[in-house]
């Protein structure tokens, strides 16, 4: 079995399971390897270093502990993948929205979350897969994740926001 690497992308093909968007060619990135379900051999789950910091905490760090590459910010990738293995739900965390309806039920307080109210994205990891798994209200952040310290990890993981959104986003994560 092979093991995790860091290593430079040798194409601009590859795309971040944690983030969606591309790799850029020659840019630093984080492979898991894992046996293929569908077929003999392994396959290889790329990611943006702070992505896999934020989505696969374990085994970024166990390979932060091994490669010989010079990692940049590695110090912070430590750091945020730590938070990850004491809040054990932070790696759950898949950016922010506002509900386009009032249809999703809160995993937390399983109350209704209103249309047009904040609510943060959450999936579930297993066996190489990340499958969407409901939302949480914004406001019962702090009941359902034990930390308030949120607000990069939901920020990182909703590029498709507004400038504006996202200075609203992080008022509301300031507040109670
Ligand atoms: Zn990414
Ligand atoms: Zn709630």
């Known amino acids: 079995m092979m093991?995790?690497?860091f290593e430079p992308a040798s194409s601009g093909r590859s795309k971040?399971?944690?983030c969606g968007r591309h790799i850029l060619r020659g840019e630093l990135r984080f492979g898991e390897r894992l046996a293929n379900p569908f077929a003999d051999g392994e396959m290889t789950l790329w990611f943006h270093p702070m992505c896999a910091a934020y989505k696969r905490p374990e085994p970024l760090l166990q390979v932060l502990a091994e490669t010989?590459?010079?990692v940049p910010d590695r110090e912070r990738l430590e750091q945020v993948a730590r938070s990850g293995l004491a809040h054990q739900r932070l790696p759950r965390i898949n950016g922010a929205e506002r509900a386009p309806s009032g249809q999703a039920k809160c995993r937390n307080c399983h109350e209704s979350i209103e249309r047009g109210n904040w609510r943060i994205r959450l999936v579930f990891?297993?066996?190489g897969q990340f499958s969407p798994a409901g939302f949480v209200h914004l406001d019962c952040r702090k009941a359902y994740f034990e930390t308030d310290d949120i607000v990069n990890q939901v920020l990182h993981f909703s590029s498709e926001l507004s400038d504006?959104?996202?200075e609203e986003l992080k008022r509301a994560c300031a507040t109670e």
Do not use: L
Request: with cysteine; charged share 45%; net charge negative.
């Open 3 to 5: 093991s995790n690497v």
């Open 16 to 18: 971040c399971r944690g």
């Open 125 to 127: 990891y297993e066996e």
């Open 164 to 166: 504006d959104d996202r």
């Open 68 to 70: 010989a590459e010079n």
